[in-house]
């Protein structure tokens, strides 16, 4: 049986290519005379942290037999002789001399052989020890390492080599599968390569750097051109915890492909204790490799989805709870979890998701047009439309077409005053006035009460309107992400998407349809200009009621 082809996609802020900081080894520390890190109480610790490393040389070691599990002796009797006895002189036999002799199996590990778990042993260039990421606290980032992956490789060559299976076994993932590797907005990244441009990590804390609107574009092309390419039976995307769920609902909206995406992150940085990042990734792996996800006609026909803690989520109506293992929940108050990977690695579906997906997506990067038209206010003051150029000659996504869409969440007690006076939410006339600015696609999404998506405060809902009749469409859900939006005539209903997935499909309508007819004058829309306004409206909404 051949092994399925994958690609992975290094995403940015991934924890699951993350790492502990590499500190300095108390054997390093005695070796150069230094006194050890000690415990909180001032204890000598008992062991040293180890560390994944490459061998630069052969080396010969001697193992004590039965020292790899406690009860391993009391079944002494199933076992073959071991190699040999090493005596209390340090020298080895292959018949036991002494009964004090210890009886051990010889090994030359070998370089080629992979990684293995040793002490850390650099210093910095000073001599001091490596306490963190950075020579000192708060360095600036020509004093600081790097603790992400620059792509999957290195993180995939440790699952590989150090997890092991329910079986006893290694090789989770090269057993099943080839993988290629790849890089899209990377957590990490070598020079010339730039913090905040080419490359985007959390860590060290003070030199963190999030995404920006336009490397959704830099993604999008990416993994459309990868799914593309016919080399590849699957694809793996790793993120940041927080954020893999939006970046799988857009994809699951963006990439035309019948390939299965599957996404993956964790709540523990790779290597600390209990991480969940490898069996996730192993599970992604398997799923792909199954074909559980395939139609008749070999098609995808679950979407794009997230893998984690076994669990297979709908990327529409997956979020992020809580930062522990176990913290992914399901939105929407739907079924959400499409299925497992059990203990024994059997992958069963028992939901598919009703909403269209990827292929069948109406608003995926082949159903873009390479034009729209966007909203602002020109010189004179009034609004006008204008062309917005969506995609290159390649078919590519242009960066500038992403849309900015602000999320709108008021409480209860939201107006300033008596009166509902909407002249007094200032905020949001400045905030309708900035986007009619930016010469770009523009548009709202208001988190309002439950389950109905009507906001908390009369004033503001008038604000809200005129941003509509402005050109800019604003889309409704209710607070929480469990009740369905009641549909209105001049926003759209958002189903029971929570504000973040709305945002993301205003997003992607906005590059399809374009903005909203503007009127002459938006305080006060014509019969005939609210008529369009509505068709206009019920656009959006037949997609926000599909996907």
């Given at each position: 049986m051949s092994k399925v082809r994958i690609a992975h996609i290094a995403g940015p802020t991934a924890t699951i290519q993350n790492t502990p900081p590499l500190v300095t080894s108390n054997k390093a520390r005695e070796k150069q005379g230094l006194p050890p890190r000690l415990n909180p109480d001032g204890s000598q610790?008992?062991?040293?942290?180890?560390?994944?490393?490459?061998?630069?040389?052969?080396a010969h070691i001697y193992v004590e037999?039965?020292?790899?599990?406690?009860?391993?002796?009391?079944?002494?009797?199933?076992?073959?002789?071991?190699?040999?006895?090493?005596?209390?002189d340090g020298v080895f036999h292959r018949e036991r001399q002494n009964a004090s002799d210890k009886p051990v199996y010889e090994i030359e590990l070998r370089p080629e052989d992979g990684l293995y778990p040793l002490p850390y042993m650099a210093f910095q260039a000073d001599g001091a020890p490596w306490e963190q990421e950075c020579a000192v606290p708060g360095a600036p980032k020509e004093q600081a390492r790097q603790t992400f992956f620059p792509d999957g490789s290195r993180l995939f060559e440790e699952i590989d080599r150090l997890s092991v299976g329910g079986d006893g076994m290694a090789n989770s993932i090269s057993s099943m599968a080839t993988v290629s590797f790849y890089r899209a907005a990377p957590s990490g990244g070598a020079a010339p390569e730039q913090r905040g441009k080419d490359f985007f990590a959390y860590q060290p804390r003070h030199?963190?750097?999030?995404?920006?609107?336009p490397a959704l574009a830099t993604i999008t092309n990416e993994i459309q051109r990868i799914a593309d390419s016919g080399a590849q039976d699957g694809l793996i995307w790793t993120q940041g915890s927080p954020q893999v769920e939006e970046t799988s609902y857009w994809f699951n909206l963006l990439i035309d492909t019948t390939l299965p995406i599957c996404c993956n992150a964790a709540q523990r940085t790779h290597g600390q204790m209990s991480n969940d990042?490898?069996?996730?990734?192993?599970?992604?792996?398997?799923?792909?490799?199954?074909?559980?996800?395939?139609?008749?006609?070999?098609?995808?026909?679950?979407?794009?989805v997230v893998i984690q803690e076994q669990q297979i989520f709908a990327a529409r109506d997956v979020a992020k709870g809580?930062?522990?293992?176990?913290?992914?929940?399901?939105?929407?108050?739907?079924?959400?979890?499409?299925?497992?990977?059990?203990?024994?690695?059997?992958?069963?579906?028992?939901?598919?998701?009703?909403?269209?997906?990827?292929?069948?997506?109406?608003?995926?990067?082949?159903?873009?047009?390479?034009?729209t038209h966007a909203v602002r206010k020109a010189d004179n003051g009034a609004i006008e439309s204008f062309e917005v150029a969506?995609?290159?000659?390649?078919?590519?996504?242009?960066?500038?077409?992403?849309?900015?869409?602000?999320?709108?969440?008021?409480?209860?007690?939201?107006?300033?005053?008596?009166?509902?006076?909407p002249a007094l939410e200032t905020d949001l006339h400045a905030s309708i006035a900035h986007k009619l600015g930016l010469n770009r696609l523009t548009g709202f999404v208001i988190e309002g009460l439950t389950p109905y998506g009507h906001s908390a405060s009369t004033a503001r809902e008038k604000v809200m309107l005129q941003a509509v009749y402005s050109g800019l469409p604003v889309c409704r859900v209710g607070r929480g992400g469990q009740g369905f939006a009641?549909?209105?005539?001049?926003?759209?209903?958002?189903?029971?998407?929570?504000?973040?997935?709305?945002?993301?499909?205003?997003?992607?309508?906005?590059?399809?349809f374009g903005s909203l007819p503007p009127a002459k004058d938006p305080k006060n829309p014509t019969?005939?200009?609210?008529?369009?306004?509505r068709a206009a409206i019920a656009t959006y909404q037949a997609v926000f009621l599909s996907h």
């Open positions: 610790p008992a062991f040293d942290p180890l560390r994944p490393q490459r061998l630069a040389a052969p037999q039965f020292s790899a599990h406690p009860l391993e002796s009391d079944a002494a009797n199933l076992y073959a002789a071991p190699d040999g006895y090493l005596g209390e030199l963190g750097a999030q995404t920006p609107r990042g490898p069996k996730n990734i192993a599970d992604s792996t398997r799923f792909i490799a199954s074909r559980a996800w395939a139609d008749a006609g070999g098609r995808n026909k679950c979407g794009t809580d930062a522990r293992p176990g913290g992914y929940i399901v939105t929407g108050g739907s079924g959400g979890i499409l299925g497992h990977v059990g203990h024994f690695g059997v992958v069963s579906l028992t939901y598919l998701p009703a909403y269209k997906h990827t292929y069948l997506s109406e608003v995926n990067i082949n159903r873009l047009p390479a034009v969506v995609k290159d000659a390649k078919n590519g996504l242009l960066a500038d077409a992403i849309p900015v869409v602000s999320i709108v969440k008021d409480g209860a007690y939201s107006t300033l005053d008596y009166g509902d006076d009641d549909p209105h005539p001049y926003q759209i209903a958002a189903s029971n998407l929570t504000a973040t997935k709305a945002r993301l499909l205003l997003m992607a309508c906005l590059m399809k019969a005939d200009e609210l008529t369009e306004i």
